[in-house]
């Protein structure tokens, strides 16, 4: 097995173990339903063990998936002999690599396990089309490529990009929380998640860490692009769809501070946010033309 | 005779004006308002990712009008093709900047008078503040607050001691980080108008064994701000000597670019030196810089006229039409006689004929060929009008025929074709390769880049400083013993630690907490 075939099997391995963590938290929520969190009889507290049985499972096998990550990830930068992030499905799987660290970080030591549903449908699907749809042979960069700033512009975009998609993450649920609160006391996994003002905070946090970490991804690309292209700022697509996401954000930030915006609104916008960036990623990638293309895809 | 004047009407016009400007300013200066600009700005970008613009492709845009007539009656008049250039872009943009001005004077002034003005006093009822703790006190009241003091400087908190107690501020970076960011986005803006009017922007085309010289009348296209001085570029020389690429071989993402070297002479001021220029890594003479644009191929070609001179004889720039480098050629003889001779046609670095016709199947030279027609005509007296080389317009030419088949024909490089009817000949010596080479000035730059840095040094003070009073005082406790109690205020969101922070003061203090009676929400 040549390391490119190992790192396939990294990727496809993860792939298949994010979407088993992500029945586990399916499980998850599902034994919580109609679990109210105070009831102590016995049948609740063995409902209570189980979901906490599915939750760890889940966890335990996001960590493997990780580790299946990791290898795929590491051994595509040895087979290539460069930063393993040159092509469309090499961004997809070393940016979702990031995604995992940090939710594992969170998880394993802020006790966010809460966020294990949404993160693991992200790396499962992410994985997945990476493997099947995305996957090309490794080769070497296009000169346009060849810079230092391949490194910190994309590596302060995979870093941005995580915390934008966790705090995404706790957004919506956030909203799912909020809606389900407003027609009454929630129950069921919602009931079991922190309170709506300690979810809002993590996604403040989240979106606050990865905003600053944005507007260098965005200052460093342009400065990469005055010494390739020889402009700073031309409107290419990327590049508008970066500045679009840039100012959905500072909306965010701002909206956190304006009476009317706070909570939902804000949470609705941080969720616009992520959907601006993940448009760039995808849709700019496949749709349109323009200097950012690389290698095809 | 008295009569009592009514008010002049102007003064109670100017009194509505006024009121109404207050109006106007309150409104656009508000958060909703920037919020609402902010969305607007960002909305407004979205076109110009989607429809062509005519800043990135003049061409594609021609070739959008051409396919989509109705939609362009709409896209025309909206300026679609122009977004980022467009009025109402520009009022957007400008609109936020004036929002995010009066949103931001008025916050420098605040804190200018409260940066200087020590923590507030402690206030009345500690107890009825966020976070708060109580102690029993063993030794001097005194002592207590000494530590107390002690440790809250250790922390880098701002700390006045009066008979009331202590207050502790500190996090004052934050709104400076708030303010600075802002300023910085002025600065950002300012250094983008600064190169837009003192700035400039120009390509060239050079041919192997060619060179530049950096004078307006070199450029094949050029952009300069209204306060750029054209006959005063920065005097310098650039010589193509050889232009190396590769391209990729193997099965995977076959041909595409391994790399694109330029090696150039470069004289500045009567001195040369050899320069190697890369994408990436422009050449920076005295703040003129020359980028590594494009290239593509030049097809040498020897034309011999009816009357047996030789009308031409050269390199011939091709124009690329494909990642495969099918190279649009158009070679214009006006000196020719007795008629004047245009060939036009395809330049094909690895040329295939198959049932598509011929074209190009890889970008390197490997099977180079010209495949050509050639047509005739009257000549003309050259009217100096600037005419495009690279275009073919068949207005007042005829073409070459062979009975009634037109002459086609394709050479490989030594090849000679003599045209019908005594017309000339076509000799293809070989190619040479050229570069796009892009001239230009960006003077507003460093401005630029300096906002953008205290930009995100401003943005990371104002996320992530946490500003929060602290408060700690004796007492006397109901049992008549001397007490300890200490409160804290957090003054921005969704900050964590405060119940620490109060907690480790008055354990700074030496003194336990008690638990608190009642839990705080």
């Known amino acids: 097995m040549t390391v490119e075939q190992l790192s396939a099997l990294g990727i496809v391995t993860a792939a298949v173990l994010y979407l088993l963590a992500f029945m586990a938290h399916s499980a998850e929520w599902a034994a919580a339903r109609g679990l109210s969190p105070t009831a102590d009889d016995p049948g609740a507290k063995a409902r209570s063990a189980s979901v906490e049985t599915w939750g760890r499972l889940g966890l335990n096998l996001t960590i493997l998936g990780a580790l299946a990550h990791g290898t795929g990830v590491v051994a595509r930068g040895i087979a290539a002999q460069r930063a393993p992030w040159g092509n469309m499905y090499e961004f997809v799987t070393a940016s979702l690599l990031f995604v995992v660290v940090a939710y594992l970080v969170l998880a394993i030591w802020f006790g966010k396990r809460w966020l294990g549903l949404p993160t693991t449908l992200l790396l499962s699907v992410g994985n997945g089309l990476a493997a099947t749809v995305l996957h090309v042979a490794v080769a070497p960069l296009v000169p346009a490529l060849h810079s230092v700033w391949f490194i910190i512009h994309i590596v302060a975009a995979c870093i941005s990009a995580a915390a934008f998609n966790v705090g995404a993450a706790a957004s919506i649920i956030y909203l799912l929380k909020a809606r389900a609160e407003s027609k009454g006391a929630s129950s069921g996994y919602l009931a079991r998640l922190p309170g709506l003002r300690e979810l809002d905070t993590f996604a403040y946090r989240a979106h606050a860490f990865a905003f600053p970490i944005w507007t260098f991804t965005v200052a460093a690309g342009s400065i990469w692009a005055e010494f390739a292209w020889g402009r700073y700022w031309g409107w290419d697509p990327k590049e508008t769809w970066a500045f679009v996401t840039w100012v959905v954000y500072a909306a965010y930030l701002h909206a956190r501070a304006t009476a009317g915006w706070r909570g939902r609104g804000a949470a609705w916008i941080a969720v616009v946010g992520v959907a601006t960036f993940w448009f760039n990623f995808v849709g700019i990638n496949l749709l349109v033309s323009g200097l950012h293309s690389y290698a095809g895809i | ?521």
């Open chain 2, 1 to 521: 005779m008295s009569t009592v004047e009514p008010p002049p009407e102007s003064e109670a016009r100017d009194y509505g004006a006024r009121e109404m400007a207050r109006w106007v300013w309150t409104q656009l200066t508000s958060m909703r308002t920037a919020l609402v600009l902010l969305f607007l700005v960002a909305l407004a970008a979205i076109p110009g990712s989607l429809i062509p613009q005519r800043s990135a492709s003049l061409l594609r845009v021609r070739d959008f009008r051409a396919a989509h007539p109705t939609l362009d009656r709409i896209y025309t008049p909206l300026g679609l093709y122009d977004v980022y250039r467009s009025p109402w872009f520009s009022a957007i943009y400008l609109l936020l900047f004036v929002s995010l001005i009066g949103c931001i004077l008025p916050r420098i002034a605040v804190y200018a008078r409260g940066v200087r003005k020590p923590p507030p006093r402690v206030p009345r009822r500690l107890d009825r503040l966020g976070e708060y703790a109580s102690g029993v006190v063993d030794g001097d009241g005194e002592d207590a607050l000494d530590k107390a003091d002690e440790w809250l400087r250790s922390k880098h908190f701002r700390v006045v001691r009066s008979d009331d107690g202590i207050s502790a501020e500190r996090g004052y970076l934050r709104e400076l980080g708030n303010l600075l960011f802002h300023l910085a986005l002025i600065f950002v803006l300012i250094g983008v108008a600064v190169s837009q009017l003192m700035g400039f922007k120009g390509t060239s085309v050079i041919v192997e064994g060619q060179g530049f010289s950096n004078n307006i009348t070199q450029y094949d296209d050029f952009k300069a701000g209204g306060w750029v001085d054209t006959d005063r570029l920065k005097p310098f020389t650039v010589k193509l000597n050889t232009f190396t690429v590769r391209f990729e071989t193997g099965e995977v993402q076959r041909g595409a670019a391994r790399e694109f070297t330029a090696d150039v002479a470069l004289t500045v001021d009567g001195a040369t030196t050899n320069q190697v220029l890369q994408v990436n890594h422009p050449l920076n003479v005295g703040g003129t810089l020359v980028h590594l644009l494009g290239h593509g191929y030049a097809a040498h070609v020897t034309v011999t006229d009816g009357s047996g001179q030789v009308a031409y004889s050269g390199p011939a720039v091709t124009v690329p039409q494909d990642g495969n480098f099918s190279s649009l050629t158009v070679i214009k003889v006006p000196d020719a006689r007795p008629d004047r001779l245009v060939f036009q046609g395809y330049f094909l670095p690895t040329a295939v004929v198959d049932e598509q016709g011929p074209r190009s199947i890889f970008p390197d030279a490997l099977n180079p060929q010209l495949f050509l027609t050639a047509w005739y005509g009257a000549p003309v007296v050259s009217t100096g009008v600037p005419e495009n080389l690279y275009t073919f317009n068949p207005e007042g030419l005829t073409q070459v025929m062979n009975g009634d088949q037109p002459v086609r024909f394709a050479l490989k490089p030594g090849e000679t074709v003599d045209l019908p009817d005594g017309r000339g000949s076509l000799t293809f010596d070989g190619y040479s390769r050229w570069t796009k080479l892009q001239i230009s000035s960006t003077p507003g730059l460093p401005l630029t880049m300096g906002g953008v840095a205290v930009a995100v040094l401003g943005l990371c003070l104002s996320l992530f400083v946490r500003p929060r009073r602290l408060w700690i005082r004796t007492i006397e406790r109901p049992d008549g013993s001397l007490g300890l109690e200490a409160a804290g205020l957090d003054r921005a969101d969704a900050r964590t630690g405060l119940s620490d922070d109060v907690a480790d003061l008055v354990a700074a203090a030496g003194v336990r907490a008690e638990p608190t009676s009642e839990e705080t929400p």
